[in-house]
């Protein structure tokens, strides 16, 4: 009697617990077989242990190395190229930047020789199919003169975009069937400069690249990748002086050789 009211009390706590769980949206609120099935599962199965110490597969180390130095390769393929291309995108805007255009050389030469732009524009544009855009210049005063041998002895500033103009002096010797003296005005043109302290050098004349238009002589020097294209004009410009070198220095030299 005491049993059979003790399994009916339990089968109606049941049936309350399945009714409130049923009003909840829930289909088995006690789900103890499936529970008991999978702990007896685990107990028959037991997941497998690692051992940290023990000696890992070769096949499985080298395939780990493979694919760790495929990762890291690809990163550094990513990195590489995103700076390459950023460094790409920069450098053309730069050189624009810092370099002069065709028209602002000729208002300057035109500026300081006191000529017409027309004229000067004939001997600019002769230059830059030549060399291309500077990135400097040199605006002074020269003299010279020779009878077979010479010398040549100036001094000028140095022009930069967006850097304070610093003062300069060249010199060089000359050779060449030239008789005549030479006060000129001169604008030297550079190419490729670095570091302003780059300037300090000697330059060699680059032979028989001298010529003359519109009353402007022009030639080229050249000390590794930095070229000078000096122009002249003023009374005897002289052919000879492009086969000798220019030497360009901080201080004031007397001596031209």
């Avoid at 000697?202 to 080229?220: D, P």
Wanted: with cysteine; glycine share 10%; charged share 20%.
């Amino acid at each position: 009697m005491w049993r059979r009211s003790r399994c009916g009390r339990i089968a109606r706590c049941h049936a309350t617990l399945r009714h409130r769980a049923a009003n909840l949206g829930l289909n088995n609120p006690l789900p103890t077989h499936s529970l008991t099935a999978k702990v007896q599962s685990n107990r028959s199965h037991p997941r497998p242990t690692l051992d940290k110490d023990a000696p890992m597969n070769p096949d499985d180390q080298n395939a780990l190395t493979r694919r760790h130095a495929v990762r890291l390769l690809g990163t550094a393929a990513t990195v590489t190229a995103a700076g390459v291309s950023s460094l790409a995108a920069a450098m053309p805007a730069l050189a624009a930047e810092d370099t002069y255009s065709q028209g602002e050389v000729t208002g300057i030469v035109a500026d300081f020789f006191g000529m017409t732009t027309a004229a000067v524009a004939q001997v600019v544009e002769r230059v830059f199919k030549d060399q291309g855009r500077p990135n400097a210049y040199i605006k002074g005063e020269e003299a010279s003169a020779a009878i077979i041998v010479g010398g040549t002895l100036g001094k000028g500033a140095l022009y930069r975009k967006r850097r304070q103009p610093f003062q300069v002096y060249w010199q060089g010797p000359s050779l060449g069937f030239d008789l005549g003296g030479n006060a000129s005005k001169v604008v030297c043109l550079v190419y490729r400069l670095g570091a302003d302290s780059e300037i300090f050098q000697e330059f060699a004349g680059v032979g028989g690249s001298y010529y003359f238009i519109a009353g402007i002589g022009v030639n080229y020097h050249q000390e590794g990748r930095i070229k000078l294209a000096p122009m002249r004009t003023g009374l005897g410009v002289r052919a000879g002086v492009n086969v000798g070198t220019m030497s360009i220095t901080r201080d004031r030299s007397w001596n031209p050789f």
